[in-house]
């Protein structure tokens, strides 16, 4: 292929790029915001590196192509009745709101299992977009735009988990119940999550902050960090410090968070602590007192974060299901529930 040949190539993968309006139960496979980010690392790449280009585009065309033959099952909101039996969002609500733990897969709809697999091929082809344009000295502002909307896909796909696991708490309220249940559906049917992207800079600013000041274990107390990580934050998250973190379940999933171990692992740090009638222990000491390497990552690589939240989710899960002491819920968890609960009462 000449340079014609190839310059005229990508002009028509941009045009193919811009799609009609989505109907309404169709996932989507970019949103407004991405396609823009999309299109502008497109006619940077024209110049830089059309091979790139071409390549990137096919793969953005890809999750286009996944995105249509997803949206042919039926929508969360579809009413149908099969061999007698009624299938409506309200019939799916019921059954996100009863099921026990463990026990979802199998009643879930289609469209929501393999809308998972399309959101983490989206994760994938964005983080290598990402790759690129800071490989190939993109202004700083439209890397920085490229890694936020990759941590924007990646909380859209962690939000799942975390209304899954708010749905398996039997003490949660059940009006907050139903608007878990509601948005979890509503998730489904787009691949798109409001409550994500609201949560998504608060968290992604919070890990950041968190990676920065490397918690260096002191006495365990951790109120130092806590203090750091809630400055310049917005006021949701303040709000939640303030009324929250006098909760057990909260106060310990914060400083799992925050020290980047288990309860378990902070509960024999501390009891190492009062042996020694020691105030404080270096951070040298923490992985011979442990027996293992502690895994306090600082990297702004998305997946890492994802990995942490499914750690301390299962580790969570575990306490609960075994009825030991420790977190039952992770902060991410106790964060959504929050905001859900204040959004109930700006209802009402």
Request: aromatic share 8%.
């Amino acid at each position: 292929m000449d340079s014609s040949q190839l310059y005229n190539g990508m002009d028509s993968i941009i045009e193919s790029l811009k799609v009609t309006a989505p109907q309404p139960s169709d996932i989507i496979a970019l949103n407004n915001q991405e396609r823009e980010l999309i299109n502008r690392f497109f006619e940077n790449m024209r110049v830089y590196s059309p091979e790139t280009m071409v390549g990137v585009a096919a793969r953005i065309m890809d999750l286009e192509r996944l995105s249509v033959s997803i949206s042919r099952y039926p929508s969360m909101y579809e009413q149908t009745s099969f061999s007698g039996q009624e299938r409506s969002i309200q019939t799916l609500l019921d059954t996100l709101c009863t099921l026990n733990e463990g026990g979802k897969l199998l009643y879930l709809p289609t469209k929501a299992i393999l809308g998972q697999g399309f959101l983490v091929a989206k994760f994938h082809a964005f983080s290598a977009i990402t790759k690129v344009a800071k490989n190939s000295f993109f202004p700083e502002q439209n890397v920085k735009e490229l890694y936020e909307a990759t941590v924007n896909v990646m909380f859209t796909l962690m939000a799942e988990d975390v209304y899954m696991s708010l749905l398996d708490d039997p003490n949660l309220r059940d009006d907050v119940r139903h608007d878990v249940a509601e948005s979890l559906a509503d998730l489904w049917e787009h691949r798109l999550d409001p409550h994500a992207s609201r949560v998504a800079p608060v968290l992604d600013a919070v890990w950041s902050t968190r990676d920065k000041i490397i918690p260096n274990f002191g006495t365990m107390i951790g109120t130092s960090e806590l203090l750091l990580l809630s400055i310049e934050l917005d006021d949701t998250w303040n709000k939640f410090i303030s009324e929250r973190i006098s909760i057990p379940d909260v106060a310990s999933s914060m400083e799992e968070f925050l020290f980047g171990l288990s309860y378990e692992d902070i509960s024999l740090i501390r009891e190492e602590l009062k042996n020694r009638r020691n105030t404080a222990v270096g951070r040298e000491d923490v992985e011979g007192i442990l027996g293992h390497k502690t895994e306090i990552k600082t990297t702004e690589d998305p997946r890492i974060f994802y990995q942490a939240y499914t750690k301390r989710r299962n580790n969570a899960s575990a306490r609960k299901r075994l009825g030991v002491k420790g977190p039952w819920k992770t902060l991410e968890d106790h964060y959504m529930q929050f905001i859900f609960e204040k959004n109930r009462e700006q209802k009402k």
